[in-house]
């Protein structure tokens, strides 16, 4: 048993129903989980929709978790996603404003090196699209902050991952 | 041919063989209450309060092994259930739950009498769920019965808006459901079971664990069966009190915080510990580091999410009790015990369960429980939550025809009367008694008027300390006497009272005269001697309830008792 605390990922498939997201998420604060990210939407069935969840937990806590979320009548499945191949991104975007000449350029020099798009541009800011790795996201979202304190607007989507059909990991 | 949602409703009703639905009206069902009216064949109860009718059901569940069926209205009718539910959930208590709800048109608009029940109730039910179309309503119903009987069982909850009720659709009350997420688990791994066998063969000081799940899956015999085969010593837990009778000569008595001292000690000490049907909450284990220290652990439970949650396990089995039970009855061979044995049962010669005896003239609860134990030899004896039920669990004898029911997971106080009431209902030829504080009775009183009208003859022992004295209890010993809000009797400006003391203003209630008031027998006994005569009459009365108050004195303690989070070897002994 691993007593480490790290972030591990559950793709949930569920019941499409009223309160099902409500329920699921109230598992995690009424029981005191670390729930890091939580994201939800369709899948090919209308009835059926799929959840990418990340806590942050050891191993004795997750294995709770995953036999508390299986106990529940309206979750039709519960994957680990943890130790598995998976195809796994992020979507953020990140608003850069009040930017002078130099600063655009150096938001396109990153833009560049991360290879993440200028969506949208202004005379003084510009939107930036991600689409890659949490981890990635993490680390473009700390070099924004650190050069363009107070400028930068971040949303994020929060990890959507499905399982790889090579055995290649892209998490 | 389509017919409306409520008459759907009590077709349902019947196809589940439904004989008793605990009701209290409101708008927001009088529909289905009409439509009861019209029924024969169910008897529809009207407690005086939504927490007691829900009680009520728990009781008529554990006393017949049936679903208890709740019907109540919108808003503070629902509200009103929560606590009970609550109760049910935590100790695995199968109930459907129906509540009315305002017409769907409504909902969301704060409507008059609209709350969110479905989501306030999220966390302590089964399965929940607001109908929200009509043509579901057979499908639902069938759902909410099925999840609550199977598996583990739990509460259910069904809120019907009103438009639902009203509306015509299809007729059918399907005899089946797939339940796409809800698997129950009905085998057991064999593997894993011959596994936990061996081990548990290997043992030198094995001990069996057996809990609520027990009485739940109804493996009492196999239990007994599987212990006298191996030879091997079981404690239970509160809740898995009777599933060996008191007097079985491998029963060594309730563990946990009041546990007997020989109990506690045996699974200190047992180097493998088989546990079936309990989930080791911390009032069984103390402190988690401390608890069995020298043992493998086997659990046995029918709920993967228990095992493995608080202590951990070395060998999991999920499996039903009596399954597993009586497969390994199959593999079972006498093991060598005698030692072990003959060593536990010097542990309880060097403290055995027994209170301190006060002054003559005064009454000791050991002598009422006592008492309890020789004029009701068989029955139900339904407990309230504190002292009195720690007493309770201590000296009643309880075995496969003394059943004890008792609010184990939440504690509830006010549990007890009600869920008198509802057994006696359930279970109308056994004799029902109901151990109950002066506190908790309070909080439930008003049902007196429900166990008339439904002509319910319990036998209410009321132990009146005159103090919320499990508290108090606390306060004594951790507290340095310090009595904050527990005496009973205390009047404003005027100093905490001294244990039955003549001088200081009456107690209120005057249990006689609520029992007087309501056209209930009344008997108030204050003395060891009149114990028996007082149960005996109360026996008599096969037409109303009979309270029978016990003046007990503030300063009898439960002894032995462990401190909340303490490993379980150190007792409080006196
Ligand atoms: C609803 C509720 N409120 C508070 C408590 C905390 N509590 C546990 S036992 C107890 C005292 C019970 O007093 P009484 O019914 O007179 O029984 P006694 O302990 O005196 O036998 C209290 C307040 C509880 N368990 N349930
Ligand atoms: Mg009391």
């Known amino acids: 048993m691993d007593h480490t605390m790290k972030n591990r990922f559950i793709a949930l498939y569920v019941e499409n129903d009223v309160g099902v997201l409500a329920k699921v998420s109230g598992l995690f604060s009424g029981k005191s989980y670390n729930l890091q990210s939580l994201t939800v939407g369709m899948t090919e069935r209308d009835d059926v929709s799929r959840m990418t969840i990340c806590v942050s937990s050891d191993d004795v806590t997750f294995e709770q978790i995953k036999k508390q979320l299986n106990s529940m009548v309206e979750v039709i499945k519960v994957l680990d996603l943890t130790c598995v191949p998976v195809c796994m991104k992020e979507i953020l975007y990140a608003k850069i404003k009040d930017l002078d000449h130099d600063g655009m350029d150096a938001v396109f020099r990153i833009a560049e090196t991360f290879r993440v798009r200028v969506k949208d541009i202004g005379i003084d800011c510009l939107i930036l699209e991600c689409m890659q790795t949490e981890r990635k996201n993490n680390e473009l979202v700390a070099l924004l902050k650190r050069q363009f304190h107070n400028k930068v607007e971040i949303v994020r989507g929060g990890p959507v991952a499905i399982e790889s059909i090579s055995t290649t990991d892209s998490k | ?574």
């Open chain 2, 1 to 574: 041919m389509d017919i409306t949602g409520r008459k759907l409703f009590v077709k349902a009703l019947l196809e589940e063989g439904v004989d008793t639905i605990f009701a209290y009206p409101g708008g927001m069902i009088v529909d289905l209450l009409d439509e009861l009216y019209k029924t024969e064949g169910i008897r529809v109860i009207l407690p005086r309060h939504e927490q007691a009718l829900v009680h009520e059901a728990e009781g008529y569940a554990r006393a017949t092994g049936k679903p208890g069926v709740c019907l109540v209205t919108s808003g503070p009718g629902a509200t009103n259930t929560i606590t009970a539910i609550a109760d049910a959930h935590y100790d695995s208590v199968p109930l459907v739950i129906f509540t009315g709800q305002v017409p769907q048109g409504l909902i969301g608009n704060d409507a008059f009498q609209e709350v969110d029940i479905v989501g306030m109730t999220r966390s302590i039910v089964k399965y929940g769920y607001t109908v929200r179309d009509r043509k579901a309503l057979g499908e639902k119903i069938k759902m909410a019965f099925h999840i609550a009987t199977t598996g583990k069982p739990g509460p259910v909850l069904l809120d019907i808006p009103k438009d639902i009720q009203t509306t015509s659709g299809p007729s059918e009350y399907p005899d089946y459901v797939a339940i796409r997420g809800y698997k129950p688990n009905e085998s057991v791994h064999i593997g894993q079971l011959k596994k936990a066998y061996k081990l548990l063969k290997s043992a030198k000081h094995p001990i069996i664990l057996a809990g609520g799940g027990i009485h739940v899956s109804g493996a009492e015999k196999e239990l007994v069966t599987f212990a006298e085969k191996m030879n091997i010593p079981v404690v239970t837990t509160i809740m898995g009190k009777g599933s060996i009778p008191e007097n079985h000569p491998l029963y060594v008595g309730n563990s946990g915080m009041h546990g007997r001292f020989a109990a506690n000690i045996a699974v200190t000490e047992c180097d493998v510990l088989l546990s079936i049907g309990t989930r080791f909450n911390d009032r069984i284990t103390g402190d988690l580091n401390e608890f069995a220290p020298h043992a493998k652990i086997i659990h046995v439970d029918v709920d993967t999410a228990s095992i493995s949650r608080n202590v951990v396990v070395d060998i999991p089995v999920v499996s039903d009790a009596k399954l597993a039970l009586s497969k390994m009855i199959d593999w079972a061979e006498p093991m060598k015990t005698d030692k072990w044995l003959a060593e536990i049962k010097q542990w309880n010669e060097e403290h055995p369960l027994s209170m301190p005896q006060g002054k003559s003239h005064e009454l000791s609860p050991q002598c009422i429980m006592e008492g309890i134990n020789e004029v009701f030899p068989k029955g139900i004896v339904v407990t309230d939550v504190g002292q009195h039920q720690m007493w309770a669990t201590q000296y009643i004898k309880c075995g496969h025809d003394k059943k004890m029911v008792t609010s184990g997971g939440l504690g509830t106080m006010g549990f007890g009367f009600p869920a008198a009431i509802g057994a006696k209902i359930g279970a109308p030829k056994k004799d029902i008694i109901c151990i109950t504080g002066d506190g908790g009775f309070q909080m439930n009183m008003q049902e007196m008027a429900t166990a008339i009208c439904e002509h319910v003859p319990i036998v209410i022992c009321l132990i009146n300390n005159e103090n919320l004295g499990m508290v108090r209890q606390m306060q004594q010993l951790f507290y340095g006497k310090r009595y904050e809000a527990v005496s009973l009797r205390k009047r404003v400006g005027m100093d905490t009272p001294k244990p039955l003391d003549p001088n200081y203003p009456e107690y209120v209630p005057d249990f006689m005269g609520i029992a007087a008031s309501y056209g209930a027998y009344g008997i108030r006994v204050t003395k060891n001697e009149d114990v028996i005569a007082a149960l005996k009459e109360a026996k008599k009365h096969k037409d109303a309830p009979t309270i029978v108050e016990f003046i007990v004195s503030a300063d009898e303690l439960v002894l032995p008792m462990v401190k909340g989070g303490n490993p379980m070897s150190e007792m409080i002994l006196k």
